[in-house]
């Protein structure tokens, strides 16, 4: 008999009680079985592997995708199905027939299934709500929505109340799949803690998705907008229960209807009791922060690390701007309408740092601009121990306390009654070392965005015909950034490996002058080009198609997010170990290093890489779950809310 071209995904975490039955009717059956498994202690695993199920570890460390999400991004499926399933799930000989229906049909891109809910031994026709899920899609047609960035492991590490969001056709299958769960109620009540902890989160703090709660939409905006309003009351439980057990005839049901019915309306409790705990906390919590830095336009590390932030911050507290972003990428001041902007810029700060709780302001690494800094300290000088400085750069010790001793000690007269100072690495704890007590100092590295993060197949993929290998230099193409030697590099090269690599730079110049040397530069080189300046989805498909990210950068660098977004997207990295970049990158680990203005190194650099292309791919799928693990936007914006409100609750606010 044929398998059906479909593959399953089972998500588990010690369910022995229930995988085999689960498993039982469709290892013979579906052309795949994946269990996803987040570290059992029992025999999860064994019994999968018993029914030849491939088993997939999940190590879920907060923030998205959770388990399911994680398989559709990383798994290279091989069936034109997949179909998503519980392990206290399981299917019926007339729900395998009507999948298999459904899937010869070719109009359909996805489909709501219907489910059976078996409580207690009894199966419940009227007690239960009524439970319909998109489980089956076709592959690549199908994502989860998400819901809430701020995820940890109390809300579980498997999508529950996530959707499925088809582009397609979807339809519906009636034949319904039986839920029978045998594991004990402890566990079930534990579980619904745990959802009730998310779902609570996701009415306090969710993103808006694709399924908007709408009362004249689907089913299921029907459902959250009556859910949205409802949610709050406390006697909705109460109706719940009402219209469940008296109106449906859960009663007829007996005591396992009754003890559904109760736990059912329990979890809207948890849920709604939740709420007004958070939403109580955050009112007596609420901060008013004064956010003094430089905000896109233009898009540098800094105005990019400090926009997401700032839109973290806001969702929290009552956040309020100064930006003293500039036009263009000089240091210093240098015009008459600079020093006009700073001066309102001070005085700005000077009325409204009174009616902050806390002053969070990222400083500068230049002379004029740690002058500014000086005149910001001494204006805000009685709320220094309620301010928050961040640096994200590595050089101000080199360019402006090293030069200028007394300088520095006027800052050390600054700085050792702030709060708190946030740098980006180890690297720069000992900028500070003697300004200010250890303790104050905190460690919070840069993040790429969510949206930059590519999923392992795409990495795979790209790598199995690297031809010609991509090259990406992505970053603002100013003086000692290094673009201009990898040009030379390349260069360098004999002809059979120029026409082996092709090179593409996207970033801004310092001006039009220096824009047209290196355009004329690279004129005649088919293999080289410039995009311009790149941002959001244009940005993302240049990364994700890179096989290298380059950048011989001479400067002392802070900690590039430009080398964190090439991470994120499973490009292997060729850089210096120039300033912060050291904490972030290892040689051989995360790339190859290269020697700062030497496009001698950089050539060596490209040889060696095309000369050894097998070992890229590890690095790359290695590099993207470093970003996973470590530079997350959900990690960077934790420890630095963190931060703020340690120091709040340190200065009674």
């Not at 701007?321 to 008459?336: D, L, M, P, R």
């Not at 673009?483 to 030379?488: P, S």
């Not at 994120?568 to 972030?584: E, H, L, P, Y």
């Not at 060696?608 to 590890?618: H, V």
Request: with cysteine.
């Amino acid at each position: 008999m044929a398998k059906v071209d479909i593959t399953v995904i089972v998500p588990t975490k010690n369910e022995t009680k229930n995988l085999a039955c689960c498993l039982e009717p469709i290892y013979e059956w579906a052309a795949k079985v994946i269990v996803v498994d987040s570290n059992s202690t029992d025999n999860t695993a064994e019994i999968a592997e018993s029914y030849n199920a491939e088993v997939i570890l999940f190590n879920y460390q907060g923030g998205w995708p959770k388990k399911r999400q994680y398989v559709l991004d990383n798994y290279h499926f091989s069936t034109a199905w997949i179909l998503l399933l519980d392990s206290d799930e399981i299917l019926t000989p007339v729900s395998k027939r009507a999948i298999e229906n459904a899937i010869a049909k070719s109009d359909m891109d996805g489909y709501y299934l219907s489910f059976n809910m078996e409580f207690l031994g009894r199966m419940l026709r009227r007690a239960d709500p009524g439970l319909r899920k998109l489980s089956l899609f076709r592959t690549g047609k199908g994502k989860y929505e998400k819901r809430l960035d701020a995820q940890n492991s109390s809300m579980g590490d498997m999508e529950v109340h996530e959707h499925v969001i088809v582009d397609g056709k979807v339809g519906e299958l009636t034949e319904p799949i039986l839920h029978r769960n045998l594991n004990d109620l402890s566990r079930f009540i534990i579980k619904h803690d745990e959802y009730s902890n998310y779902e609570s989160r996701v009415h306090t703090s969710g993103a808006a998705t694709e399924i908007k709660a709408r009362f004249m939409g689907t089913k299921e905006e029907r459902r959250r907008f009556l859910k949205k309003v409802l949610i709050r009351n406390p006697l909705a439980p109460v109706a719940f229960f009402f219209y469940l057990y008296l109106l449906k005839g859960g009663f007829l049901e007996g005591r396992p209807g009754f003890y559904y019915v109760l736990y059912q309306c329990m979890y809207l409790y948890f849920v709604s009791s939740k709420i007004y705990e958070i939403e109580t906390a955050k009112k007596a919590k609420k901060l008013k922060i004064l956010f003094i830095a430089p905000l896109p336009p233009p898009v540098t590390g800094q105005s990019l690390a400090s926009k997401v932030f700032f839109d973290e911050l806001s969702k929290h507290h009552d956040v309020e701007a100064i930006n003293f972003s500039k036009t263009g990428f000089e240091h210093g001041i240098n015009s008459w309408a600079r020093i006009g902007q700073i001066f309102m810029i001070i005085k700005e700060i000077w009325f409204k740092k009174r009616k902050a709780d806390i002053i969070y302001l990222t400083i500068s690494e230049s002379l004029a601009g740690n002058i500014k800094d000086l005149l910001i300290y001494l204006i805000c000088f009685r709320d220094l121990r309620k301010m928050v400085i961040h640096l994200h750069g590595g050089s101000i010790r080199k360019l402006v306390f090293d030069r200028h001793k007394l300088l520095f000690k006027v800052n050390k007269f600054f700085l050792r009654r702030l709060g708190s100072v946030i740098v980006l690495g180890q690297s720069h704890v000992d900028i500070f070392s003697g300004a200010i007590p250890e303790d104050r100092i905190k460690i919070v590295s840069n993040c790429a965005e969510d949206y930059m993060f590519a999923d392992e197949a795409g990495i795979k993929a790209k790598f199995a015909n690297p031809a010609p290998l991509k090259i990406i230099f992505l970053s603002n193409l100013i003086s000692g950034k290094g673009h201009n030697e990898l040009v030379d590099a390349f260069m360098m090269l004999d002809e059979n490996a120029k026409k082996r690599i092709a090179i593409d730079f996207a970033g801004s110049f310092e001006s039009e002058p220096q824009k047209a040397e290196f355009l004329e530069k690279i004129r005649g080189h088919e293999q080289i080009r410039y995009h311009g300046i790149v941002h959001g989805a244009e940005k993302q498909n240049i990364l994700a198609g890179a096989h290298v990210f380059c950048l011989p950068t001479g400067l002392l660098e802070g900690q590039p997010i430009s080398i964190l977004e090439a991470y994120a997207s499973g490009c292997v990295v060729v850089t210096t170990n120039q300033g912060g970049i050291r904490d972030i990158f290892k040689d051989k680990i995360n790339g190859f290093e290269i020697q700062k203005d030497s496009a001698e190194s950089v050539k060596n650099a490209i040889k060696q890489i095309l000369e050894k292309q097998d070992a890229l791919l590890p690095i790359a799928i290695s590099n993207r779950q470093t970003a996973y693990s470590k530079y997350r936007m959900s990690i960077y914006n934790a420890s630095l809310i963190k931060v703020v409100e340690n120091v709040a609750n340190n200065t009674g606010n």
